[in-house]
């Protein structure tokens, strides 16, 4: 069971049949209560759950009260599921006090054990970011000796992607924190497949786009997305706004969708390089765009000078990442983040400084990397102002580059107050009118489902003061 897209009056909550000999069409009851021993249910409701979405439920109940806790469960063929808990957010105009989330990404499954999960369903959040790569596409390699394993090969059908989400789906750490507080999620690469932009793929394939219909498809089916959100063919809108009462804005992004693909890849493919704007020139084209124009121009009218905080949930590390001793050149980027679309990079923060938009954090995932950044117009002047604050969250379980290569690049990118490559976990944050604390927490043993967690690092951003300090 899930829930997630918090609204003030409504939410979604979702289940999906498995097993074998279905029916084609099953009636499932859910019902929503006010308390967890369902003595004052609130709705309930009748869903079909049909083969044509993979026997998935997307009850949306309505009317209900904004910014209180509620449980619910489903039932159909002489089974009911556990029961779960989710909660509705704030109006728009109420005062509020606090907003506790955390972050997550890149759960790989044949990478490690999910004991992140199992830590972050202990604590009292209010909601949580995931912020792409819910799956990996891939298949596990043959003389892989990991302890899981993916099942069957690569992703390419969307009997293939929905076998992926339910051996996903079957982790019971993964479960309980779907099963513990409402996501709000958007997706990154591996949903589809590695570095795609738009209808390109990194091997180039003719028939991507039928990859990309199968892949959206999917991923709806195994989200808690309302129905309006449900794929027409590969497109699935999820750029959205959500108000935390009057104290934050919560924007979420979709970096794939509409991309210009990568500069100068390899020969014969697509996808990501590491490169030198002086042998890349293509690097410094102005007009190319992360986001896509009308993405851009609909982020730029979505900031609230309003609020006290904006939060950008979007896929990945936004700072820049030189790769390179600057004594040697321009310097060395990664072409599939921000990196890769400086000038996009550049319209995103020129916003944020001509609007005024008060204590702007972008949060991001994809690098398999903790890493927290002030972020700049200019990144060669350590006087410049700083005009947003970046946390950019560590893998649940996918591997990281080494940290001896981090450790390398770190000195060439000072506005980068911490890189750790070699941590795995999640990010946890308090949120108040105030001050935002944020607090890094870290799995001791990845391949040990049970590990215990520790507190890698704090920082906090005070109100009005852009860029985090160590706390």
């Known amino acids: 069971v899930a829930s997630g897209s918090p609204r003030a009056e409504r939410v979604v909550l979702w289940t999906r049949l498995l097993g074998a000999n279905l029916p084609e069409e099953v009636a499932v009851q859910w019902e ?26 997307h009850a949306e109940p309505g009317g209900l009260r904004p910014d209180r806790w509620y449980w619910y469960r489903f039932s159909a063929l002489g089974q009911r599921s556990p029961v779960g808990r989710t909660r509705t957010a704030p109006t728009a105009e109420a005062a509020v006090g606090t907003l506790r989330f955390a972050i997550a990404s890149c759960q790989r499954f044949d990478h490690g054990e999910y004991a992140a999960w199992g830590d972050m369903a202990k604590q009292e959040l209010d909601l949580v970011l995931f912020l792409g790569d819910y799956i990996h596409e891939s298949a596990t390699a043959p003389d892989s000796k990991a302890p899981r394993r993916h099942e069957g090969g690569l ?29 709000i999620l958007t997706w990154d690469d591996h949903e589809t497949q590695n570095d795609w932009a738009g209808d390109v793929s990194q091997h180039l394939a003719p028939d991507f786009h039928q990859t990309r219909i199968a892949a959206a498809q999917a991923y709806w089916e195994h989200q808690p997305f309302p129905k309006a959100m449900r794929p027409r063919g590969a497109e699935m809108v999820l750029n959205h706004r959500y108000d935390w009462g009057s104290l934050a804005r919560l924007i979420t992004v979709d970096d794939r969708s509409w991309r210009d693909p990568q500069v100068c890849p390899k020969p014969g493919r697509g996808g990501s390089t590491t490169e030198d704007p002086t042998y890349c020139p293509a690097l410094r084209n102005p007009r190319r765009t992360l ?17 006290p905080w904006n939060l950008l949930a979007q896929q990945t590390m936004m700072a820049r990442f030189n790769q390179q001793d600057p004594a040697r050149g321009p310097g060395r980027y990664w072409t599939d983040g921000w990196d890769g679309y400086p000038f996009a990079r550049e319209r995103l923060l020129l916003d944020l400084e ?31 102002p700083v005009l947003a604050s970046e946390f950019c969250g560590t893998s649940i379980s996918s591997h990281g580059m080494a940290q001896s290569q981090v450790d390398k690049h770190l000195p060439f990118n000072p506005h980068v107050r911490y890189g750790r490559s070699d941590q795995r976990g999640y990010m946890r944050f308090a949120l108040s009118a105030s001050r935002l604390d944020a607090e890094l927490r870290s799995v001791e043993s990845p391949w040990d489902a049970d590990s215990k967690l520790f507190t890698a690092a704090r920082f906090a951003v005070e109100a009005g003061r852009p860029g985090p300090q160590a706390a």
Do not use: I
Request: with cysteine; charged share 30%.
């Open 32 to 57: 929503l209560a006010e308390d967890e021993a369902f003595r004052t249910v609130v709705a309930r409701g009748t869903e079909r759950a049909e083969p044509d979405t993979a026997h998935s439920v």
């Open 155 to 183: 992703c390419r059908s969307l009997d293939d992607y929905r076998g992926r989400y339910a051996q996903y789906k079957r982790d019971p750490k993964l479960q309980a924190m779907h099963a513990a507080a409402p996501w």
């Open 354 to 384: 001509a609007r005024r938009v008060p204590n702007a954090v972008v949060l991001g995932g994809d690098v398999h990397a903790n890493y927290v950044a002030d972020l700049k117009l200019d990144w060669n002047d350590a006087r410049a």
């Open 291 to 307: 986001l896509g124009a009308p993405q851009e121009q609909w982020l730029r009218d979505s900031w609230d000078a309003t609020r």
